[in-house]
């Protein structure tokens, strides 16, 4: 017989936080039952208001925090709390990169039940104004326009201005671009009525040449016509100092991916520049390329150093996406192949390979079909490089590696999850864990990167 919860929807109740979940939230416990708290902070005792009840867990929402912890902080946004994008400004900073060390840690520890320690996290020189693409909304709130971020766990747009995690050339195309819809009378889209021309306002800001900055404004339209667009071009250039240039994007389709297939120039160039160490890459409005430069070039160092390539060395580079650290390996002199399912992916590899003068090699396919073909060609890696997406690797990735046997695996992980479900399996296959690295690559979220070294038995 199923038991049946001890909790109601509606129930009031006091609760001891004992820990953070992987989106944020706090964790407590009632009889035995697990109940998550968003905005609540391990060690803190807070009435809450139960919100939802399933099988095994419940959600409640916070009323009053009756004994706050010593690291609760006081947001600094304005629309904290409504709007979906950050979720831990109201924990200290110091107090988020201990609570990712032990997100990570507890993960291997219980998860693939390793004993490890988990290096303290590598923080974020400035934790705000890091973002340097944003996507903003753009829709209607109450009867007027609304521009920023969608309220969490909706699609309502929050009207916001001046996000503190942004670079500030996207708040400066934002602030130009609600000058010019206000002014003009240009809709907003609606999508569930699926009218109205403006979904999406992007920016993406680059260093530049010798750090003289450069700013890409991106306007994603339901149509193609575009009414204004001498005076939208004059209101962004005289808002945006650094602009090089204006695209138009143009998604005709429902739903809620944001780029379409075709675009425009406006204005300008259709790419910006920015670097990553000594590294230059051209970035154009769907290029993938890391939002928090600073905490990248950390990354892409680290990960390098532990991989220890040797000049002439052999290195895989799996799931290489836009080959960024396959560029910090072959500058190391070592003998890199990239392999990537995104074709788009690997093209933008080879150009930013050819831009660098970098030698690495990419492969356009699935690492456990085209891995395979290397060792067959007698590429036996001294080092391998995973970094997949969320869902980690297949076990045929895996296996291929562990076929290759090489003597470093450097793991680059988004999720802790997923990275201790393969680090159980390395270890079943003669990897012993050596170090684990947590960094910061998201502050005011719960997101957290972790770099893990490998080493063959």
């Known amino acids: 017989m199923e038991k049946t919860p001890p909790l109601g929807q509606g129930q009031k109740l006091r609760l001891t936080v004992s820990g953070l979940g992987s989106s944020g939230e706090g964790i407590g416990s009632f009889e035995g039952f697990k109940v998550f708290v968003p905005f609540a902070l391990p060690g803190e005792e807070v009435l809450c208001e139960i919100e939802t009840v399933k099988k095994n867990y419940a959600a409640g929402r916070l009323q009053k925090v009756l004994l706050p912890s010593p690291q ?119 999508e569930t009525a699926g009218r109205g021309l403006i979904r999406h306002v992007m920016a993406r800001c680059g260093r530049g040449e010798a750090d003289a900055g450069e700013v890409l404004a991106v306007l994603v339209t339901a149509a193609a016509p575009l009414p204004h667009v001498k005076e939208l071009i004059e209101m962004l250039r ?118 660098n003068g970098c030698a690495a090699r990419f492969y356009c396919g699935d690492s456990a079909i085209e891995a395979p073909k290397l060792l067959a060609q007698g590429e036996r890696p001294e080092a391998v490089v995973l970094d997949p997406p969320r869902a980690g690797c297949s076990p045929r990735v895996l296996a291929t590696v562990v076929k290759a046997a090489p003597k470093r695996i450097v793991y680059v992980s988004c999720n802790p999850a997923t990275l201790a479900r393969d680090a159980a399996a390395l270890s079943e296959q003669g990897y012993r864990l050596q170090k684990v690295q947590p960094l910061d690559m998201f502050p005011q979220t719960a997101h957290v990167e972790t770099v893990a070294l490998f080493l063959k038995c």
């Open 72 to 190: 609760r902080s006081t947001p600094l946004c304005p629309v904290y709390g409504l709007c979906g994008g950050c979720s831990l400004q109201h924990l200290s900073y110091e107090g988020q990169l201990e609570a990712k060390r032990q997100q990570v840690e507890a993960a291997l520890t219980h998860l693939a039940r390793l004993s490890v320690q988990a290096e303290p996290t590598i923080a974020c020189d400035d934790p705000w104004h890091y973002r340097n693409k944003m996507q903003f909304p753009v829709g209607e709130r109450e009867g007027s326009l609304a521009i920023g971020c969608y309220q969490r766990g909706t699609h309502l747009v929050v009207d916001g201005a001046g996000c503190l995690i942004a670079e500030r050339g996207n708040d400066e195309v934002l602030g130009a671009v609600r000058r010019w819809m206000e002014l003009y009378n240009i809709p907003a889209y609606d």
């Open 238 to 355: 005289e808002a945006v100092p650094h602009l090089v240039g204006v695209v138009q994007n143009i998604n005709e389709r429902p739903g809620n991916v944001i780029l379409g297939r075709r675009q425009r120039l406006l204005w300008g160039q259709d790419s910006l520049t920015d670097r990553l160490g000594s590294l230059r890459f051209k970035i154009s409005p769907a290029s993938f390329f890391q939002v928090n430069r600073a905490q990248a070039e950390k990354l892409y160092a680290l990960t390098a150093e532990l991989a220890a390539p040797r000049p002439g060395s052999t290195v895989w580079d799996l799931y290489c996406g836009t080959g960024t650290i396959s560029l910090y390996l072959a500058k190391k002199g070592a003998k890199v192949h990239g392999i990537e399912t995104v074709a788009a992916a690997i093209e933008d590899a080879e150009r930013n390979a050819a831009a």
